[in-house]
């Protein structure tokens, strides 16, 4: 079975520090792995995904995740915090067992700092 | 905007009740997924429909039924409603049934169970 675990269901950054959102996952089949953020009282967007290409994935608005096999993780990291960035943010993993269905983490809401 | 849209964005009902939740996916997009988002379980996944035929089920309740049409909508249903169904439901849609693609999420249906 597949699962998500985000450690830390707040994370508080200054703006312009170093955003690091953690997430591990298990899976006994290699993983696709998602981020999506969730802004308040809108739906889920897509940050960035991996799907066993580049370990070291880029998404939008300067975030990027790196897969990690050896450590079943794949952390979300943005270099400068800014205030826009303030959302609750999803790990999620997906593989085919009857559907690729996106499987949640909890969730860590990110909140910045002036 | 991710080109899902859900209809409507808010519903506030009675107990006993039965409400239908409307999706209309992404120009061309096969795949429909329904989500269900609340503070004690999270993001869970409920159910997928695959160009009108369902794919695959999640932590859908008995009480709980959709379809998919051939024009691709799909539609949600909750009958006998309780409390605990209050939630956010999300529709998600993605081109075709693959790991790789990404799921694009609706803005949410809100429903509120008095």
């Known amino acids: 079975a597949q699962s998500v675990t985000q450690l830390g269901s707040h994370v508080s950054v200054s703006e312009g520090a170093l955003v690091l959102l953690r997430c591990n996952y298990s899976s006994s089949v290699p993983p696709y792995l998602f981020w999506y953020v969730q802004y308040p009282n809108q739906g889920l967007q897509l940050l960035l995904k991996y799907t066993s290409a580049a370990t070291l994935v880029k998404g939008i608005n300067g975030f990027e995740a790196e897969f990690k096999k050896s450590e079943t993780s794949f952390h979300l990291t943005k270099p400068s915090a800014h205030m826009s960035d303030a959302a609750e943010y999803f790990c999620a993993v997906s593989r085919m067992d009857s559907s690729y269905k996106l499987i949640f983490g909890s969730g860590t809401r990110l909140l910045v700092r002036p | 905007d991710s080109g899902v849209t859900q209809t409507p964005k808010h519903l506030i009902t009675a107990t006993g009740q039965r409400v239908t939740l409307r999706c209309s996916p992404r120009s061309g997009d096969l795949s429909v997924y329904w989500y269900q988002q609340s503070l004690d379980q999270g993001l869970q996944f409920l159910i997928q429909?695959?160009?009108?035929?369902?794919?695959a089920k999640g932590n859908i309740l008995e009480r709980f039924s959709a379809q998919q049409f051939p024009d691709l909508h799909s539609e949600l249903n909750l009958s006998s409603l309780e409390l605990g169904d209050s939630a956010l439901y999300f529709c998600?849609?993605?081109?075709?049934?693959?790991?790789?693609?990404?799921?694009?999420f609706g803005p949410g249906t809100r429903l509120t169970v008095l």
């Open positions: 429909y695959y160009n009108g035929e369902e794919r």
């Open positions: 998600a849609s993605s081109v075709e049934d693959r790991g790789t693609d990404t799921q694009y």
